[in-house]
Nanobody, 125 residues
């Protein structure tokens, strides 16, 4: 059974930082693009960041560039999301996602077939 397990969420004040991690089991995704998405209450799930299988190519939602950074560790089969200068509007459930994409990456949630259960990030003002 394929599982993606997020960790690192929590409550932080505006301007603070959090680092989310995603561990996978049941399958290795070292040859596949992975991504983070988020969903705020009453809103659609939206793209946050994606990373290629090698980790050398990344892409971010335009509004998050410069504050968020995605990375991966192939030896540990994990992907992380460093979030800095957090704002109240970053409050959401953050989801790790894995794809079958072996070349490049995608910002489309339809391309991701494996999802974690999500981790709550709350940013207070």
């Amino acid at each position: 059974q394929v599982r993606l397990i997020e960790s690192g969420g929590g409550l932080v004040q505006a301007g603070g930082s959090l680092r989310l991690s995603c561990a996978t089991s049941g399958r290795t995704f070292t040859n596949n693009a992975m991504a983070w998405f988020r969903q705020a209450p009453g809103k659609e799930r939206e793209f946050v960041a994606t990373i290629s299988r090698s980790g050398t190519s990344t892409y971010y939602a335009e509004s998050l560039r410069g504050r968020f950074a995605i990375s991966r560790d192939a030896t540990k089969n994990t992907v992380s999301l460093q979030m800095n200068s957090l704002k109240p509007e970053d409050t959401a459930v953050y989801y790790c996602a894995a794809s079958d994409i072996t070349t490049g990456w995608s910002s489309l949630k339809e391309e991701y077939h494996y999802w974690g259960q999500g981790t709550q990030v709350t940013v207070s003002s």
